[in-house]
Antibody, heavy 118, light 107 residues
């Protein structure tokens, strides 16, 4: 199982960012793709998940209305778009896979650093 | 909201046993997982469903969960075990929740 994420991004306040996550070595549609972020020197924060099979999503209340999780099953890739960026969104963003209803994160991507700065 | 609490840091001598507690309201009624994160690396699942080890995780890692506290125990701690450890549980209202993390230092 391998999750490979897109490269680092630098964005200005108010902009949007999209991070991709390509899954290989497993049945992409059989596992939820979660997104978790970690601000510099801080802990882990769950943002939401996308069900690659159905396209269904669930978002943490904190990010409702500002995050959009999608997927393209033809290339086994999930996407996280975060809008209206502020400096507080500067963080490393991880994708992680987990079986539906397993309540855990089995495998993790390498992380994508998003820096928000004017 | 559902919150998890962990001590910021614990220390252990090589070869000794260290326990990392994680507290939350009726946590024992939920499944708890634990993740190891070494400096500059992605998190790694080391315990799931309270006490199950994924393939490849050494037997020195074990877990328990009862009442309001889950505990990660590392027996015969090695220098390579020095890392941040995060507990995690799922709550029907809050979703997936992580503890603040505990830094384990091997002295």
């Amino acid at each position: 199982v391998q999750l490979v994420q897109s490269g680092a991004e630098v964005k200005k306040p108010g902009a949007s960012v999209t991070v991709s996550c390509k899954g290989t070595g497993y049945t992409f549609t059989g596992y939820f793709t979660h997104w978790v972020r970690q601000a510099p020197g801080q802990g882990l924060e769950w943002m939401g998940w996308v069900n690659p099979n159905s396209g269904g999503t669930s978002y943490a209340q904190k990010f409702q209305g500002r995050v959009s999780l999608t997927r393209d099953t033809s290339i086994n890739t999930a996407y996280m778009e975060l809008s209206s960026l502020t400096s507080d969104d500067t963080a490393t963003y991880y994708c992680a896979s987990g079986l539906p209803a397993s309540m855990r994160f089995d495998s993790w991507g390498q992380g994508t650093l998003v820096t928000v700065s004017s | 909201s559902f919150d998890l609490t962990q001590p910021p840091s614990v220390s252990v001598s090589p070869g000794e046993t260290v326990s990392v507690p994680c507290s939350g309201d009726e946590l024992g009624d939920k499944y708890c997982s634990w993740y190891q994160q070494k400096s500059g690396q992605s998190p790694l699942l080391v315990i799931y469903h309270d006490n199950k080890r994924p393939s490849g995780i050494p037997e020195r890692f074990s877990g328990s969960n009862s009442g309001n506290t889950a505990t990660l125990t590392i027996s015969g701690t090695q220098a390579m075990d020095e890392a941040d450890y995060y507990c995690q549980a799922w709550d029907s209202s809050a979703g997936y929740v992580f503890g603040p993390g505990t830094k384990v230092t091997v002295l």
